[in-house]
Every structure is written in structure tokens, then in C-alpha cells.
């Protein structure tokens, strides 16, 4: 049993798109040339199909001049008696024939494949039937040419040029063309044809009883066997007929949708219904010329002249009309129809027939078309020559080979398969056959042989006259016996794979294709189609096992005989290139007998020592380049399992990493709910732990705890903000809030912040602002303030003593800013971790110093601000020396806007007085200070809202009025209320603007 089809692939092959042209494209134009014609595709109806299949075969001359041929050659009882007995084989031969090819939607082509040939091996019947279609073109087209002489007195060489121009545009759209012309041609043909007969009849009683008299040349009034068996052999070339009928009938539908009955008998009709009216054809053309031999000498014709059609019918029409003008233009307009019906059937199959030899042997298909031309051509350049002088030579002689092939064929269908010898159905993909089959190659072969030797004398003349029994009866016996033998090993090299019963798409081409016109193909790991896999050359049969391939194949037969020829010791070389070289030898030196025929003796030998030389050199080179592929097979095959596992790490990775994100996602979402949870009693806490501290009656110890739990809730504040928005970051749920922003003002206020806070330890704060800096640029203004404080408020934590610089430069819509301080640096370890979450420096962890504040923080502002930088498009980096200080540089994208109008924030220029039932306008100190309050209390920090609120009063006389106004901003702060505390300031602030007036 041949192994199931599977997609386990040895190496994939890379697909590339394979885009047919028009010709090919378009199945009007190709109409399934190479494939199995679906079953979308049968959609004319059972008759019209048997028609087009009947009109062509039944209509063609040859069959007359076959007739007379045979009547002159050998007697009428002879030619008689063969022509029936043809007739009989070519019936029983030809219903197994039609009935599987209209079953499986198979041409010739593919049912030969299926029938015991294998892949490779209907290659060379596919020569064979090409060779028959363009000769029996040429020969039909020849009787058409004479025809246009006669009636139109045009040169043969022109009417063949006519004749075959004139077929071109009928046959290139297919079966849709045909079948309307054979359809349309019918009723006028038979007319034409039977008139004369009934004329003849009419005017001649007696001549049948006349006819069967006639002994032609060698006067043979009886049954001669050597005769009878040389008639017969003639005739039985019209065998491979069988073959155009078959190329028609894979159109009909199908048998369910129209009945056993109908179906059996459209299939009958259009296979071997031309069998009888072909007979009688035969006959008739006996007939006629034994009437063109049996005139005047005024009216008759010469010899050779009496197996020609066209005077054949010119003497019968000469019995119907009294004119020779109308009887000339009867006999050419019959000539003509007759001669198209039949050569368009021609031309089609030749264009078939050539389409799948090439496609095989090249692995390239220019399209049906293209075939058909040069078929045509080739039909063309024989016109030349006279063959139709030669045809009982070349009919004979071809019949050998015909009969043997479709003998073969016929075993098949009629023994093998009912036997269970042969698989049941037509198999003809590629991807499924073994590329040869013994069993029809090897019968073939064997009586094509046998059948010739026969033919040229090699067993007397008896067996000479009846070689075409000869190849039939050895066809039909030897084609069981290898079947027995051989237990069927060869017809399958995989089992069919189950596919989809819709139709289903090809991973080459990229069309849609029934499953019957697909197979599995583990080189692209998935679906082709049988076109796109006659095609493929860069596969080289990986979905089959290796001893299906036909050089494992020929090699192995070659061993096999050899091993019985050759001594043992030269048994291990066979398989190191000396059977390869035995092989093309054995096929190159009956090449060169010819010089010997002619005596040439030397130059024989010379040449064979020249071909021996080359074709080792052949199989040396061949070997060559099938190590070097054996080895780029291994090493792509090591390179793809290699892809195989990076791509299984990678998957692994994508899921580590979906598992990561969700975990990450889900502990967003903790700690959002978390935080939000937190922060409303921690509030409460800090709010009250503030307002106890200001109680003048609170002893010095609980001051003390007091001023440890503010500390520790204003850490766990500031910890939980930060979380939070580190939270945000990572679930991507922060969004940037882009407006024009006053970008100088915003950096003066954010200075003033920590020139306060610097300046309460003891440190220097500077701010150096380039000249060009734009007064607005788009960007979000509460984003940039974090970043910023978070970076300088750790240079003046961390800061000891020293300074600490703000610079900042605006290029080409790009800020830089830099903040360089005094403090101890950072090692190169801490470098490496500075903007991890939760990590703090050994500065951090140092304490803190009297008059210097603390050192503690969350970890969390450098994390935070270098997220934001990236979501901002930016970049921040770092530069450290211990001992010397630290450099952050923050390169921002921020484009320049036009100028804003004026706002509710605070300039520098003149205070105007209130109205009279306003308090005194704010100083601008006082603007400047609790803009500041603002911006701190914009990022939530309650502990820095309050030291500035405390500073602001210190710098208050005791009568100033707005002393009010900072107690009660310092009970919304303490109250963690820092919305209305930025309401509060804001409406402060409003009465410090300058009077607008109206556009």
C-alpha cells in the first residue's frame, strides 16, 4: 500500500506567486488544457456535446480514401471484411475509452496517466497523439487545398496556407466555438453527403453485385489472409480517433444530473457513434472508386487519381448534376465543410496533446494557444511533401504504435480495474503517480516492438501483413500479466488525501479549484492545484517516496538486467554513475548505428569514443551538482529546524510577555483602586496631624510625635502619588493634555519654587534662560512642570552645598534643558539603576544633617519623569562624578506659537488699584510667591504648599491685610482641599490684572 498523503514536510520550498498570462489565465482560451475539467465547467448540455464530438470524427475524407485505398491495394471482399472488422475493434475498444473519460472529466492525456502509464509515461504517448493529430492535419488539409484548386484554381501552396489560417481563430476559443460550428455545419453535411449516394444508387442498381467482384491490383476476388491482414492494419490507425473523442467528452455533465439512459447514450453517441457511419464511409469511398475506375477513358481518372476525395465526389455529384460547373461547386463545398469539421477536431487535440508533453518536459506552460500555432506550423511545413501518396505506408506503419498504446489502455480499463489490479477511478495528478507505470509503459513497449519487427519482415510476411493483431493481442495480454505481477505497486505513490468537497485555493497561484484538481504538497505546506504542480520544477517530487521517481526507477530496471549480464563485482559500481552511464550510452549509440548502414566505420568509432567521453563527463557533472544539492538541502533543513525554534522561543516569549502585560495591567488596576483608597484618610491624617502641631499648648514630646507622623504621612503621600501615576504610565491610560503654554513665565515660576527652597538650605539656585527662547510653545504644561521638579527638586535634596543651575536653550523647536548641581555624584552602579522604580542612591540613604532637611524620598520622580519624557517624545539623560555633582539633560520637542493673550496669571507689570469695595491690591512678592503655592499645589504636595504658605507669612508685617487670606489658604492646605485652594488664589489674584478694554 503506498503511504497516506501527509503535509510533514522535509524542507518547505519558498512561495512566490505564480501569475499565469492571459492565454493561460483565461479557461475560454486554455479550456483546462493540463487539469481535470471541473464540473462548473461541463454546462453544455449532453447532446450539444456528443455533437461537437460525433460532427468532427464522422465528417473527415480520410475515411473515404482509407476505403479506396484499401479496395485497390487488396480486392474488394479484403478491404471489405477489414474494414468491418475495424470497425468492431475500434467499437469495443473505444466504449471503455468514452465512458471513462466522460465519468472523470479527463482528456486522453490524463486518462492514459490514470490507466497505467504513470506521470512520465504518457509523455510519450502525448507525442505519439500529437504526431497523429498534425499528420492526419495535414493529410485532411491537403484534400482541402485540392479542392480550392479544382473549384477556384488557387496553387496548393496557398490553399495550404489558406487551410490552415482559416482554422486558427475557430480553435483557439475551444469547445464554445467548436460546438457551434459543428452544430451549424451539421444539417448542410449530411445533405451534401448522402445526395450522391442516393444519385449512384439510383443510376446504378447493379452495382454493388459489380463491386464485390472487383479484385483490385492483384485481383484477389477471395479472402487472402496476408491481404485481409494488411487492410486490416491500415485501417486500425484510425484507433487514436478515440483520443479527440475523449478530449470532447470530458465536457459531458455529469451522469446524476441527467440519468443513466441519457447520459450512457450522449456518451456513446459522441465516443464511438462515428464507428458506424465511419464504416460506412469506408465503404462508400470503395464504392466511388471502384465507379471512377470503371468509367470511359474519356471521363475516368488515372490509378493514383482514384483514392483522391475530391475526385471521388466530383464523379459521384457528376450523377446528380448535368452541369461540371455545379457538380465541381457540389464537390467543393463538401470538401470544405467536411475538411474543417474534422481538422478544427484536430488542431484542438494537437494543441492538447502538445500542451502536456511540453509542460512536462520543461516545466513551463505559454498556453494552449501557443501549441496550437505551432501544431498548425508543424502540419503546415508537411504539406509540402506528398503525403498523401504515402498514406496506406504511413498508416500502417503508425498503426503499430497506436494500437499498441491504446490496447495497453483498454487492458486496463477492461481487465486491470474490474480485477483489482488497477485502482479504481482515474488518478492523473502528479503528486500521486509514480512517474513510470510498467504496466501500460511496459506492454506498450513490448508489442509497439513487437509489432514493428513484425511489420518490417522480421517474421515472414504473414506476420508482417498482421502486425496491427500482432500489437493488439500483445497489448491486451501483457498489460494483466505485469498488473499481476506487480500486485498494482506501481499506479499510486501516495493515497489521495481527503479534501474539502467545495472547492478550495491553491497556495501558489492563489485560485480556487475543485478538490479533484488539488492535492496536498508538503513543499509549500499546503494545497496546489494539478496546473501549478505539472509546473513546479524547484519541488523535485518531495511528496513522493524516492523510489516513485523515474531516474530511481530506470536505474533500478538497469541494475536488474545488468546484474544478470555483468559479473558481481561491477555490481557496487552501478549505483556510483556506471549505470547512469550504461543508460544514456545504451540511448546514444543507436543514434550513431546509422554511420555503420552506411559505411562509415571510423567515423563511428571516432564519434563513440567522443559520446563516451561526454556523457561521462554528463554523469560526472550530474553527480556533482546532486551532492552540492544534497548538501544545501541539509543545510537549509538545518537553517529552517533552526527558524523553527526561534520561532517556538518566540512564541514562548509572546506569551511570557501577554502574561506579563495582564499581570502588569491587573496590578495597575490594583494599585489605582488602592491609592485612591489610601489617599482620602491619609488626607484626614496629615490635615489634622497640622492642625495639632499648631496648638501653642502642645507639650514638647507629642510636638515631637506629632512632627514624625506628619513626616511619615507626607512620605506616604508622596509614595502613593507617585505609584499612582507610575500606574498610569505603564496601563497607558495617561494622556497628554498639548495646548499652548507661557513657556518663560512657567520656567520663572518653577525657579521662584526652589530658589526658596534652596535658599532655606543654605545653597545657590540660578536660572539662566537663552536669549531666543519663544514666550509659548505647545506642550502640556503640567507634564513639563513635573519633570522638571522632580529633577531639580532631587538636586536640591540631595545638594549639601554648592549650587544648583537650571539652564535652559531652545534650537530649531527643540529645548534643552540642563540641571547641573554640587552634590556628592553618583557611582557608575548608581548610574545603571538611577531611573528604576524604587531605586534611591547612597545619598538618599544618608540621613539627614542639621539645617539641611531629609533625605528620604519614594524613588519614584526619576522613573516618572523619564517615562514622561518618552511618552513626550523626548530624551533625559544622565551624567555623574562622585565627589563633583550631577548633569540631567532633557531634550524636549516643543514647538513655538504666536504669542497668547493676556490671563489670569501674573506679570510683572505695574499693580493698579482696586475699585473702593476691593481689598488692597497683592504685592507683586506676594503674586509672584503664591503662584508658586499653586504650581506645588498642582502636582500635590501638601508639605511644600505649606513651608511656602509659611515662608510667604514670615515675609508679611503684622498689620499686613492679606495676612487673612494665608490663614485661610493654610486651613485648606492642612484640609488637603487643594482644589479650593487653587480657587482661592486664583480669585486673589484676579484683582492684580490691569483693566481690559473691549476690541
Wanted: glycine share 10%; hydrophobic share 50%; with cysteine.
Amino acid at each position: 500500500m503506498p503511504p497516506p498523503s501527509t503535509l510533514e514536510p522535509t524542507q518547505h520550498v519558498i512561495k512566490i506567486r505564480r501569475d499565469y498570462n492571459a492565454w493561460v489565465a483565461s479557461e475560454t482560451l486554455e479550456d483546462y488544457a493540463l487539469r481535470f475539467t471541473p464540473r462548473s465547467a461541463r454546462r453544455w448540455g449532453a447532446w450539444r456535446v456528443a455533437n461537437t464530438a460525433f460532427g468532427g470524427a464522422a465528417s473527415f475524407l480520410v475515411l473515404e480514401a482509407v476505403g479506396a485505398t484499401l479496395l485497390v491495394q487488396y480486392g474488394f471482399v479484403n478491404a471489405a471484411l477489414a474494414i468491418l472488422t475495424t470497425g468492431l475493434i475500434i467499437l469495443v475498444a473505444g466504449v471503455p475509452i468514452s465512458l471513462y473519460a466522460a465519468r472523470y472529466g479527463v482528456d486522453m492525456d490524463l486518462l492514459t496517466r490514470g490507466a497505467g502509464f504513470g506521470y512520465l509515461g504518457s509523455t510519450l504517448t502525448s507525442l505519439i497523439y500529437a504526431g497523429f493529430t498534425f499528420i492526419f492535419f495535414a493529410l485532411e488539409a491537403a484534400v482541402m487545398a485540392y479542392a480550392l484548386d479544382m473549384a477556384f484554381d488557387i496553387p496548393p501552396a496557398w490553399g495550404y496556407l489558406i487551410c490552415a489560417l482559416v482554422v486558427l481563430p475557430l480553435v483557439t476559443h475551444g469547445i464554445r466555438t467548436l460546438s457551434r460550428l459543428q452544430v451549424w455545419t451539421q444539417p448542410l453535411w449530411l445533405l451534401l453527403l448522402i445526395t450522391p449516394y442516393v444519385f449512384v444508387f439510383a443510376h446504378h442498381p447493379g452495382v454493388l453485385a459489380e463491386l464485390a467482384r472487383y479484385g483490385g491490383q492483384a485481383g484477389l476476388t477471395h479472402v487472402d489472409a496476408q491481404a485481409f491482414g494488411a487492410a486490416l492494419t491500415v485501417g486500425m490507425a484510425l484507433i487514436t480517433q478515440m483520443g479527440e473523442q475523449a478530449d470532447y467528452l470530458r465536457f459531458m455533465p455529469e451522469r446524476a444530473t441527467l440519468g443513466r439512459g441519457r447520459w450512457l447514450a450522449a456518451t456513446l453517441l459522441g465516443g464511438v457513434g462515428w464507428v458506424v457511419p465511419g464504416v460506412l464511409k469506408m465503404l462508400g469511398g470503395a464504392l466511388l472508386a471502384w465507379l471512377a475506375l470503371s468509367h470511359d477513358v474519356t471521363h475516368g481518372v488515372a490509378l493514383e487519381r482514384a483514392v483522391d476525395p475530391n475526385q471521388l465526389y466530383l464523379g459521384a455529384f457528376e450523377e446528380v448534376f448535368s452541369r461540371d460547373d455545379l457538380a465541381v461547386a457540389a464537390t467543393a463545398l463538401l470538401v470544405l465543410v467536411s475538411q474543417l469539421k474534422i481538422n478544427v477536431t484536430n488542431a484542438y487535440a494537437g494543441s492538447l496533446a502538445w500542451s502536456n508533453f511540453f509542460a512536462r518536459l520543461t516545466h513551463s506552460h505559454p498556453g494552449r494557444v501557443v501549441w496550437l500555432v505551432f501544431n498548425i506550423g508543424i502540419a503546415l511545413l508537411l504539406m509540402e511533401m506528398d503525403l498523401f501518396q504515402a498514406l496506406g505506408g504511413v498508416l500502417g506503419l503508425y498503426a503499430n504504435i497506436a494500437i499498441s498504446w491504446f490496447m495497453a489502455v483498454v487492458a486496463d480499463l477492461l481487465i486491470n480495474k474490474p480485477l483489482g489490479w488497477s485502482p479504481k477511478g482515474i488518478e492523473c495528478r502528479r503528486a500521486h503517480l509514480h512517474d513510470l507505470n510498467p504496466v501500460g509503459v511496459g506492454a506498450m513497449g513490448l508489442a509497439s516492438v513487437v509489432s514493428i519487427a513484425a511489420h518490417l519482415g522480421a517474421f515472414g510476411a504473414l506476420a508482417q501483413a498482421w502486425s496491427a493483431l500482432i500489437a493488439l493481442l500483445t497489448a491486451l495480454s501483457v498489460s494483466p500479466l505485469i498488473a499481476w505481477a506487480t500486485q498494482g505497486r506501481f499506479y499510486l505513490a501516495r493515497l489521495p488525501a481527503q479534501l474539502p468537497a467545495h472547492a478550495c485555493g491553491c497556495t501558489v497561484c492563489a485560485g480556487t479549484f475543485e478538490a479533484e484538481d488539488m492535492a496536498l504538497c508538503p513543499a509549500y505546506g499546503g494545497s496546489i492545484c494539478s496546473l501549478c504542480c505539472t509546473l513546479d520544477a524547484r519541488c523535485q517530487d518531495r511528496c513522493k517516496p524516492p523510489e516513485a521517481r523515474w531516474s530511481v526507477q530506470g536505474v533500478r530496471l538497469l541494475r536488474w538486467v545488468l546484474q544478470r549480464l555483468l559479473p558481481r563485482a561491477l555490481g557496487p559500481y552501478l549505483d556510483k554513475g556506471l549505470g547512469d552511464y550504461l543508460v544514456l550510452m545504451l540511448g546514444v549509440l543507436p543514434l550513431l548505428g546509422g554511420l555503420l548502414s552506411l559505411g562509415a566505420l571510423k567515423a563511428f568509432a571516432a564519434l563513440s569514443v567522443l559520446a563516451g567521453v561526454g556523457v561521462w563527463w554528463l554523469v560526472l557533472a550530474q553527480q556533482s551538482r546532486r551532492v552540492a544539492q544534497e548538501e544545501a538541502q541539509r543545510q537549509t533543513q538545518a537553517l529552517q529546524d533552526e527558524i523553527a525554534r526561534h520561532r517556538q522561543t518566540d512564541l514562548a516569549l509572546q506569551e511570557a510577555k501577554r502574561r506579563a502585560d495582564a499581570a502588569n495591567q491587573a496590578k495597575s488596576r490594583y494599585i489605582t483602586t488602592i491609592s485612591h483608597e489610601m489617599r482620602t484618610p491619609l488626607n484626614a491624617i496629615l490635615g489634622y496631624a497640622q492642625l495639632l502641631e499648631e496648638d501653642a499648648s502642645m507639650p514638647a514630646h507629642r510636638r515631637h510625635a506629632l512632627s514624625v507622623i506628619h513626616r511619615g504621612g507626607d512620605h506616604l503621600l508622596s509614595l502613593i502619588e507617585g505609584t499612582l501615576d507610575l500606574a498610569r504610565i505603564e496601563s497607558g491610560k495617561l494622556s497628554l493634555d498639548v495646548r499652548p503654554m507661557r513657556f518663560v513665565q512657567s520656567l520663572r515660576e518653577i525657579s521662584q519654587l526652589f530658589e526658596l527652597q534652596a535658599a532655606a538650605k543654605g545653597l545657590g539656585f540660578r536660572t539662566l534662560l537663552d536669549a531666543g527662547l519663544p514666550e509659548a510653545v505647545r506642550a502640556d504644561d503640567k507634564r513639563l512642570r513635573q519633570i522638571l521638579i522632580n529633577v531639580l527638586g532631587n538636586a536640591v535634596k540631595f545638594t549639601r552645598q554648592g549650587e544648583v543651575v537650571l539652564w535652559v536653550g531652545y534650537t530649531r523647536e527643540m529645548a534643552r534643558f540642563e540641571i547641573r548641581d554640587t552634590g556628592p555624584g553618583m557611582t557608575r552602579d548608581e548610574l545603571a539603576r538611577v531611573f528604576e522604580p524604587f531605586e534611591r542612591g547612597a545619598a538618599a540613604g544618608a540621613g539627614p544633617s542639621e539645617g539641611q532637611g531629609t533625605g528620604s524620598g519614594t524613588g519614584l520622580g526619576l522613573t516618572i519623569s523619564r517615562m514622561l519624557t518618552d511618552l513626550m517624545g523626548g530624551e533625559l539623560t544622565v551624567e555623574s562624578t562622585p565627589g563633583v555633582g550631577t548633569v540631567f539633560r532633557l531634550k524636549l520637542f516643543l514647538p513655538s506659537v504666536a504669542a497668547l493673550p493676556a490671563s489670569t496669571s501674573p506679570t510683572p507689570s505695574p499693580i493698579l488699584a482696586p475699585p473702593p469695595d476691593q481689598p488692597p491690591a497683592l504685592s507683586v512678592a506676594l503674586c509672584s510667591g503664591l503662584q508658586a503655592v499653586r504650581s506645588a499645589a498642582a502636582l500635590g504636595h501638601v508639605r511644600g504648599v505649606l513651608r511656602l504658605l509659611e515662608t510667604l507669612d514670615t515675609e508679611l508685617g503684622p498689620e499686613d491685610p492679606h495676612r487673612p487670606l494665608l490663614a485661610q489658604l493654610r486651613l485648606l492646605a492642612r484640609a488637603c482641599q487643594l482644589n479650593a485652594l487653587d480657587a482661592a488664589i486664583q480669585q486673589a489674584l484676579s484683582h492684580a490684572l490691569p483693566p481690559t478694554s473691549s476690541p
